[in-house]
């Protein structure tokens, strides 16, 4: 992990290989931003002008040997039209993230604060650490090679010494990113090397402190009856698992739960997905790996809230004993559900999940999954779908996803579409109508539910992550190729909000 140390010394006089410094776009030439010298700042802004740099957002602009520079390079990077003195924390996030990818390799890299605020510096570590990521587990290349995809290793921060709260925003900025690149780690990692014990195994290695894991294995689920677990899991030679971590640390304020998808690989059972279609399918169990993030982040945050997380662990595949369209399973809470389509398993595990979170009686249940090609549809690969069965905390949630970064968008789960849940042979289907697909999915997960003590409906929040929580295109701002490490920031953030 790259660390993260405050500097007193003035920005030119940092010993470092490169100096990072913020631009904004001002008449499409780049300002520069923060405290330099003036003799220095003159020599970046003219060495900036002859490259024609911008200052647009992801723009990142080099520029070796600036004169009175300790550091032999200085390295700019955008932050997009300026508008107003107030830059918004995503922007600062973004910006330092594309630095962080651009310094990769470097041993010690130093970064110019452009404000002398705990918000602004607080965003920018973040945006660093996030963006210092690379998954390098099963590359056989040369030394070369591997340097180059290095994360740096130490970043100062120059021109912020004295901002009062910088410690613990540099720390909890470390720890979030360490539980963001776990995630991702999880998520790029092969199929054939994180099947559904695997991965309860590396979760249970990784605890921290104040947590506790109890593995439910295929037996232990039978006895509390999670059929739809078991049914999804049956056609692998790879049992699934149900993951409990708790963390309950002594005088709690709040008890929330969160409960994640965790299909190891998805082939789309005896409903068969074209090959194209199971390329990344590694990636589903994305919702999982930001559950344990989430939880372990917390607990190492120290963070005066119980937490539940549940990892709902299977592998869907087409063998002798796989689940068939037409087969009815009765899951945990008694209820019988006839399977249509069997490529939709994630809503079957998580069913079982939802209903064991809700036995604890926590204040909020929230599951994450990469759930639907229709909210990728409606909301493109960057936004995940935010469902509840609260418009006030459907709201609680969007806003704490926009404060921590992450873009999700409210959606509704229409009665209509509800109604495309009724079976004639069972008390539901899984599956109905395309139109919809993203409501539909959610209105299932709603009926596995509880209730509170005074026998209302928990509250329940549903995150549909199945385009953002992998990005196949080009890495942009923090974001890299492959596990996004998506909705760790969320989940984080909704306990430091209620704690």
Same mark, same amino acid.
């Given at each position: 992990m790259t660390s993260f140390t405050l500097s007193a010394h003035a920005a030119h006089e940092e010993d470092a290989e490169v100096l990072v410094v913020f631009t904004a776009s001002v008449d499409d030439r780049a300002e520069l931003?923060?405290?330099?010298? #003036?003799?220095?700042?003159?020599?970046?802004? &003219?060495?900036?002008?002859?490259?024609?740099?911008?200052?647009?957002?992801? #723009?990142? $602009? +080099?520029?070796?040997? $600036?004169?009175?520079?300790s550091a032999p390079s200085v390295l700019l990077t955008g932050l997009?039209?300026?508008?107003?003195?107030?830059?918004? &924390?995503?922007?600062?996030?973004?910006?330092?993230?594309?630095?962080?990818?651009?310094?990769?390799?470097?041993?010690?890299?130093?970064? @110019?604060? +452009? =404000?002398?605020?705990? =918000?602004?510096? =607080?965003?920018?570590?973040?945006?660093?650490?996030?963006?210092?990521?690379?998954?390098?587990?099963?590359? %056989?290349?040369? !030394? !070369? /090679?591997?340097?180059?995809?290095?994360?740096?290793?130490?970043v100062v921060l120059v021109g912020a010494a004295d901002v009062e709260g910088a410690a613990s925003a540099i720390h909890r900025a470390e720890v979030l990113a360490q539980g963001v690149h776990w995630a991702r780690d999880l998520v790029n990692t092969p199929p054939n090397m994180l099947v559904p014990m695997r991965f309860a195994e590396r979760a249970r290695q990784e605890a921290p402190a104040g947590v506790q894991?109890?593995?439910?294995?295929?037996?232990?689920?039978? #006895?509390?009856?999670?059929?739809g677990i078991l049914g999804v899991g049956q056609g692998s030679e790879n049992p699934p698992a149900i993951v409990h971590l708790a963390y309950a640390p002594e005088g709690a304020k709040g008890h929330l739960s969160y409960v994640g998808k965790g299909v190891t690989f998805d082939s789309g059972g005896l409903s068969l997905k074209p090959a194209d279609g199971m390329?990344?399918? /590694?990636?589903?169990?994305?919702?999982?790996?930001?559950?344990? %993030? !989430? $939880?372990?982040?917390?607990?190492? @945050?120290?963070?005066?809230? =119980?937490?539940?997380?549940?990892?709902?662990?299977?592998? *869907?595949?087409?063998?002798?004993?796989a689940q068939r369209p037409g087969d009815i399973v009765t899951m945990a809470d008694g209820s019988t559900c006839e399977v249509i389509n069997t490529d939709a398993e994630g809503r079957l595990i998580l069913a079982d999940g939802l209903v064991l979170?809700?036995?604890?009686?926590?204040?909020?249940? $929230?599951?994450?999954?990469?759930?639907?090609?229709?909210?990728i549809?409606? @909301?493109?690969?960057?936004?995940?779908?935010?469902?509840? *069965? *609260?418009? !006030?905390?459907?709201?609680?949630?969007?806003?704490?996803?926009? &404060?921590?970064?992450?873009?999700?968008?409210?959606?509704?789960? +229409? #009665?209509?579409? &509800? /109604?495309?849940?009724?079976?004639?042979?069972?008390?539901? /289907?899984?599956?109905?109508?395309?139109?919809?697909g993203a409501s539909l999915a959610a209105a299932f997960l709603r009926e596995y539910v509880g209730v509170d003590a005074q026998g209302n409906p928990q509250l329940w929040g549903h995150l549909d992550i199945a385009g953002p929580a992998y990005n196949d295109d080009q890495p942009h701002g923090y974001t890299p190729r492959g596990g996004t490490g998506f909705a760790v920031r969320t989940l984080v953030g909704l306990a430091e909000s209620r704690s």
């Open positions: 931003l923060g405290d330099i010298a #003036e003799p220095v700042r003159q020599a970046v802004s &003219a060495a900036a002008q002859t490259v024609r740099a911008r200052g647009t957002a992801d #723009e990142v $602009v +080099p520029l070796p040997g $600036v004169a009175g520079l997009g039209e300026r508008k107003g003195d107030v830059v918004e &924390a995503e922007r600062w996030r973004r910006a330092a993230g594309v630095a962080a990818r651009a310094t990769g390799g470097r041993e010690k890299v130093a970064v @110019l604060l +452009p =404000a002398g605020d705990a =918000a602004t510096m =607080a965003a920018i570590t973040e945006g660093f650490a996030l963006g210092a990521y690379a998954f390098t587990a099963h590359r %056989a290349t040369t !030394a !070369a /090679k591997a340097a180059r995809s290095t994360p740096v290793a130490e894991v109890t593995i439910h294995d295929a037996d232990a689920l039978a #006895e509390q009856h999670c059929g390329v990344d399918m /590694k990636c589903d169990m994305a919702g999982a790996a930001a559950v344990a %993030a !989430a $939880v372990y982040t917390i607990a190492r @945050l120290g963070l005066p809230i =119980a937490v539940d997380g549940w990892l709902c662990l299977a592998e *869907n595949m087409p063998g002798g004993r979170a809700s036995r604890r009686r926590p204040d909020v249940v $929230v599951d994450v999954a990469t759930l639907t090609g229709a909210a549809v409606a @909301l493109g690969k960057r936004t995940a779908a935010i469902m509840s *069965n *609260n418009d !006030a905390f459907r709201a609680e949630l969007a806003q704490v996803a926009a &404060a921590g970064g992450e873009s999700m968008w409210p959606m509704p789960i +229409p #009665e209509e579409i &509800a /109604k495309g849940l009724e079976s004639p042979v069972a008390d539901r /289907k899984h599956h109905g109508d395309r139109s919809g």
